[in-house]
């Protein structure tokens, strides 16, 4: 059965078990595919990439709420304790 590989760069898990910063690095930023007898079981992903994809997922999220939110009518409130 033929898989879909979404990186440029692959690498085996005995690849990633013998060293992996190397394995990381070959991806040169970008995620690394890791294979299992040529299967594909999981994308490796450096911090960097991996904290701007949370953000944007984020981003969208809120947005997402904003524009449910958009025609919602405004409520003037007091925020004074006293």
Same mark, same amino acid.
Do not use: W
């Given at each position: 059965?033929?898989?879909? +590989? !979404? =990186? &440029? $760069? =692959? #690498? =085996? @898990? =005995?690849?990633?078990?013998?060293? *992996?910063?190397? $394995?990381?690095?070959?991806?040169?930023? /970008? *995620? @690394? $595919?890791?294979?299992?007898?040529?299967? *594909? @079981?999981?994308?490796? @992903?450096?911090?960097?990439?991996? %904290?701007? /994809?949370? %953000? +944007?997922?984020?981003?969208? %999220?809120? #947005? $997402?709420?904003?524009? #449910?939110? %958009?025609?919602? *009518?405004?409520?003037? !409130? &007091? !925020? &004074?304790? &006293?």
């Amino acid at each position: 059965m033929a898989n879909l +590989i !979404l =990186s &440029d $760069t =692959s #690498a =085996s @898990v =005995s690849e990633l078990k013998k060293n *992996p910063m190397a $394995t990381v690095e070959a991806g040169a930023g /970008m *995620p @690394v $595919t890791i294979l299992n007898r040529n299967q *594909p @079981v999981f994308y490796c @992903v450096p911090a960097h990439l991996y %904290e701007k /994809m949370l %953000e +944007i997922i984020d981003d969208q %999220e809120l #947005a $997402t709420l904003v524009k #449910a939110r %958009e025609n919602q *009518p405004l409520l003037d !409130l &007091d !925020l &004074d304790l &006293d």
